[in-house]
């Protein structure tokens, strides 16, 4: 499948008189503009190409159905606005993402670490919007309630797990596809609980914003299973963040580059 055949058959999967297609063959994108709302959304073909090659219709579907509640949402807000009673989440994006609008307004956002920020998120129901500080006055809060807000509203969250075993290392897998798995690495009782188990060193992994890897590493081989499999959940990620992983100790995360020849040492006094 090629990028024209892609914009016919998210076309024929969004019948709508309401909607404009624009497809720009320069940068590989399509363009679509809602005539009444005013408003677009941009999608970027070669990532759903790459997703197609392995997860088929399911990328297709994955599209549509983003697309389809990106409008709902946009359409509510622009008969309903916003209210107090939203609820306000976390949400974790590499360092590379826009921090302001497409209509240039400034997200409201905070520092995490080297590799991620934290933006915030008014949450819809099915789908969510980033809050820019153009929301504020209609949400009545302010920047600071907003991120103490949202704080407050991920430790909310269900932190149930799966859990696998690789060459004597345990990997936790947090994945609810509620938009807000990676969010749970904010959460400060979760990852204490969890280091309190952990036997050997305990690394954190956000690679998209609808997982949350936690590892249980008690060997070499256990760094070389992370990398590998950070980095293809970073691939297929819907919104990816980054495929490095964190090392959790004492309440602060430290990134790590995981090589075959750059091992993180055992600190002296870790459980065997």
Do not use: C
């Not at 060997?219 to 819907?238: K, P, S």
């Amino acid at each position: 499948m090629n990028s024209q055949q892609l914009v016919e058959l998210l076309k024929e999967q969004l019948p709508s008189e309401h909607l404009q297609w624009r497809f720009d063959r320069k940068t590989d994108k399509v363009r679509l503009e809602h005539s009444i709302l005013k408003r677009g959304i941009d999608i970027s073909l070669p990532e759903i190409l790459a997703k197609y090659e392995t997860k088929k219709d399911a990328a297709i579907n994955e599209v549509v159905y983003t697309v389809r509640e990106t409008f709902n949402a946009m359409e509510k807000e622009q008969s309903e606005g916003f209210v107090k009673a939203n609820t306000i989440y976390p949400v974790i994006r590499s360092t590379s993402f826009p921090q302001t609008s497409k209509a240039g307004n400034r997200f409201i956002v905070k520092d995490h670490t080297a590799e991620t920020r934290i933006f915030y998120a008014l949450d819809l129901g099915t789908t969510y919007r980033l809050i820019d500080e153009s929301m504020l006055e209609s949400i009545g809060m302010t920047e600071t309630e907003i991120m103490e807000s949202a704080m407050f509203k991920v430790r909310s969250l269900p932190t149930t797990m799966k859990q696998d075993e690789v060459a004597g290392n345990l990997f936790y897998f947090l994945n609810n596809n509620d938009g807000y798995d990676a969010s749970r690495i904010l959460n400060q009782t979760f990852l204490k609980e969890m280091e309190a188990k952990i036997e050997g060193h305990m690394t954190v992994s956000v690679p998209h914003q609808d997982v949350l890897i936690i590892g249980d590493i008690r060997n070499d081989t256990g760094y070389d299973v992370l990398a590998q499999m950070t980095m293809q959940f970073f691939t297929v990620g819907t919104v990816p963040v980054t495929s490095l992983s964190f090392i959790y100790e004492d309440g602060k995360l430290e990134p790590i580059f995981i090589m075959a020849k750059n091992r993180v040492a055992r600190k002296e006094g870790k459980k065997k």
